[in-house]
């Protein structure tokens, strides 16, 4: 084998694991860990021996984006001293925090990973836990009218309120899909009872001690599916809170993991980097046998692997640097807008094109692909689409979620016509109410009729109602595994590619 692509069953989360057969021996790059209850260590070994004997090495741990699903679980395979870690690229999220909090002065990097990753990464996170604590508190108190909420929020971040002129029409172009992206949400109340400051799904403030009663009186989702609810005037206000306080509280739950993983990366020395793009233009690593490194060139080295970074760009990174995390009234209102595309953290994902013997492999994490554009309805940066236009593994982006956006952006390359054999691997939880969206569906339906050419592979059993369009294109299963899951194996050697896990079949009509 010249290749073996593992992406782990982690349910709604990612893990991915590439590996490269060199000259000199194995790249190996794993994307992504999913939640830290999947454990994905114990079969990161497995992975690896199978593909070359008993060495532990990973070169490159690139975690996507801003979300615990994807973070988390890469805290203890960064632990693990049996693996040699080469280096580890996170995301370039901003602290948003530094703009509305005076007890610090800005800092002249504002990447939330590099100010973990440096002295002062305690107190940085202290701080935005507190800062998002007080977002909560705020927004959990309710209000009766809008002057009142907005003279709060103001007092809170010191940021003008965005009124929203007409709330019903703005809303009810929203209310079906924001109800279906909100649901998953239910499921992290159990996780963030794992953090130290998160409590039975209530964010506090570290400063002070927990209490069973409260400003923590209700639920964050629960409160914003309340409000979606059919029937009744909805309370426009109160989602706006909702929403704020469901985003602080995951904003949290993703710096705390965050922090782990960069404390995780200093205790054994491990680089860790931010990356990006100028605005339409991709950047070229290589890799490098001696420095045992990706290392940036001016054009691919031939026999060797190859990453082309495609996103975010500096231009992304700009503009969501005081809107991320959403922590204000002052956007919740473009939020609910969002949400049911991807939201800017998802955004933010990294999107990297892996080239190896003539085969190219896209991870795309939760990436929206927003600036493979200059601006909405304008043409596409050429060098991003082009670099869509031969692809043999796709991660399908945000698990299959409603970012049509980037269903848009394959079209665009003409994946169709110049795959000439590729699968698209989706990673979701079982028989998921939102994944595949309709968006994902009528992307595989554009393909036109089933042909062995493009070829779904799952990690967990989808809802017959959003597949039953594509049921034809699902690759064939292989025998069962019981210490496998869902997992799923693409290998490629000079015969070309096969798959040799996987478990998922195309549910029953």
Partial sequence: MSIQ????????????????????????????????????????????????????????????????DHLAGLVDVIKDDAIEIGEAWLPPVANDVEATTAEVPPSDDPSLTHQFMGPEGPSVLRRYLRHKAMMCRIAARGFSDRDAAERAFEAADGEDVVAISNPEVFFGEHLAAARAELRPFEGLDRERALSDHVV?????????????????????????????????????????????????????????????????????????????IPDGVPQVFSWDDVAKAFRQTAIPRPRTPNLMLLGPSDGLVAKYQHRLPVGSLRWASRFVAE???????????????????????LVAGDAGCVDFAPSPGTPFHPNLITALDRLNVVQVAHHGGANAYFYNCLTASGYRQAAGGSYLLLSHEASSASRPSPAFSNFVKSLGPPAPDVKL??????????????????????????????????EFDAGGWMVSRHRVAPPIP
């Fill in 200 to 276: 039975d799904g209530h964010i506090h403030d570290p400063d002070e001690p927990i209490e069973p009663h409260g400003w923590r009186t209700r639920p964050f989702t629960f409160d914003a599916l309340a409000i979606l609810k059919d029937g009744g005037k909805p309370d426009w206000l109160g989602l706006l809170a909702a929403i704020v306080r469901e985003s602080a509280a995951k904003d949290a739950l993703n710096a705390r993991w965050l922090n782990q993983v960069c404390v995780a990366l200093k205790d054994r020395r491990i680089p860790a980097f931010c990356h990006t």
């Fill in 339 to 361: 949400i049911v595309n991807t939201t800017a953290s998802n955004e933010l994902s990294y999107v990297i094109r892996f080239d190896h013997q003539g085969q190219h492999i």
């Fill in 5 to 68: 692509v593992d992406m782990f069953d982690v349910q709604l989360g990612a893990a991915l694991l590439l590996q490269f057969r060199t000259e000199d021996g194995v790249v190996r790059v794993l994307a992504d860990g999913g939640n830290k209850k999947h454990k994905v260590g114990k079969r990161l070994d497995k992975a690896m021996a199978v593909f070359n004997g008993g060495e532990k090495r990973i070169d490159l741990i690139v975690g996507t984006h801003y979300d615990a």
């Fill in 457 to 490: 592979l799952f990690t967990a059993q989808p809802s017959l109602a959003n597949v039953k369009d594509v049921l034809g294109r699902f690759a064939p299963t292989t025998p069962a595994d019981s210490n496998t899951k869902g997992d799923v194996r693409l």
